[in-house]
């Protein structure tokens, strides 16, 4: 995610993982943290975001934050399909 949106990389010495299961696997997502889970009310993003195929959408948080919902199946998806054509 980190080269995706062309941030520094980050090395700590130790690496978080939020596991997901995509076509009846299981997928470790490296975080920088894991701040907690939340219920939200998914809102649409505005044309100006419809670009980022794996960003499904926005929440705010109950802080007022705004917060980036990722839809990691296409987000796993987008990123295994750019691997292979970098292997090709």
Do not use: C, W
Not at 24 to 44: F, H, M, R, S
Not at 47 to 73: C, P, R, W
Request: proline share 1%.
């Amino acid at each position: 995610m980190r080269r995706e949106f062309q941030l520094q990389e980050i090395d700590n010495g130790y690496h978080q993982l939020i596991i997901v299961e995509y076509q009846d696997n299981k997928i470790g997502l490296a975080v920088d943290e894991v701040i907690g889970e939340y219920q939200a009310v998914i809102k649409p993003l505005s044309h100006h975001y419809k670009s980022q195929e794996f960003i499904s959408g926005a929440t705010i948080l109950g802080d007022g934050t705004v917060a980036l919902v990722m839809d990691t199946n296409k987000a796993i998806q987008l990123f295994s399909d750019k691997k292979k054509k970098n292997t090709i």
